[in-house]
């Protein structure tokens, strides 16, 4: 079974503190995701990785980066967290997008993130 | 946006009977996939039709896709109280290699 690892389950921060998410997945998946959670919202998309070192950015960018050094490990990074980050964030990982028909997505169990 | 649209978006139902959720979606997709959350978990990957099929089962799960309507549903038969839990439909869009969500519908099944 796949398994994808959030570093945290849950995160307190401040105002203006770098905040760090990690996310580590075994099965040598080529595709690594973040999402964010928002009640009646839905899942969005900040950023995805089809490879490493490479990124693209999702739907709602902005106030976040990522890093992919290595395969398995996926990072979100918040530069100078505000509260409107205060969410829940999803890493997820698939194969790859070249695969036909698809793949789908295998999730880890989130980082409830709350900014104060 | 190119986020989908489920409906309804909370549904309650009786155990043993059928539940209903609908999708739909923006613009040509390579499949569409459905999951499911348990509170406060990650989701989990239920079943996942591409677009050149109509009809997709999964134990007590039937998946349909129309494509020129732009839709699909998730019927569950014979509910239980275990698949209370929120249902998403996600799409994988053509050139874009990004799946996008939308934003849910919750299933209540009362014992």
């Known amino acids: 079974d796949v398994k994808v690892t959030q570093s945290s389950r849950y995160l307190v921060k401040r105002t203006g503190e770098k905040v760090f998410l990690e996310c580590v997945q075994d099965?040598?998946?080529?595709?690594m995701f973040w999402y964010r959670q928002d009640p009646g919202l839905g899942l969005r998309l900040i950023y995805f990785?089809?490879?490493?070192?490479?990124?693209e950015k999702g739907d709602i960018p902005e106030g976040y980066s990522v890093s992919r050094e290595k395969k398995e490990r996926f990072s979100l990074i918040l530069e100078s967290a505000s509260t409107n980050q205060t969410s829940m964030y999803l890493c997820?990982?698939?194969?790859?997008?070249?695969?036909?028909?698809?793949?789908?997505?295998?999730f880890g169990n989130g980082t409830r993130l709350t900014v104060t | 946006s190119q986020q989908g649209e489920e409906d309804p978006q909370a549904l309650s139902i009786q155990e043993g009977e059928n539940a209903t959720m609908n999708c739909s979606y923006k613009?040509?997709?390579?499949?569409l996939q459905w999951y499911r959350q348990n509170s406060g978990r990650g989701l989990v990957h239920l079943i996942l039709?591409?677009?050149?099929?109509r009809e997709k089962h999964s134990g007590r799960l039937r998946v349909t896709l129309d494509t020129s309507k732009k839709s699909s549903s998730l019927l569950i038969t014979a509910s239980r109280a275990a698949d209370t839990a929120s249902y998403f439909c996600?799409?994988?869009?053509?050139?874009?290699?990004?799946?996008?969500f939308g934003a849910g519908t919750r299933l209540f099944v009362k014992a």
């Open positions: 997820a990982s698939s194969l790859s997008q070249w695969r036909v028909g698809g793949s789908p997505l295998h």
């Open positions: 099965m040598d998946h080529e595709n």
């Open positions: 990785s089809y490879d490493v070192k490479m990124k």
């Open positions: 613009t040509s997709i390579n499949n």
């Open positions: 039709i591409r677009s050149n099929e």
């Open positions: 996600a799409t994988e869009y053509t050139g874009g290699f990004k799946t996008i």
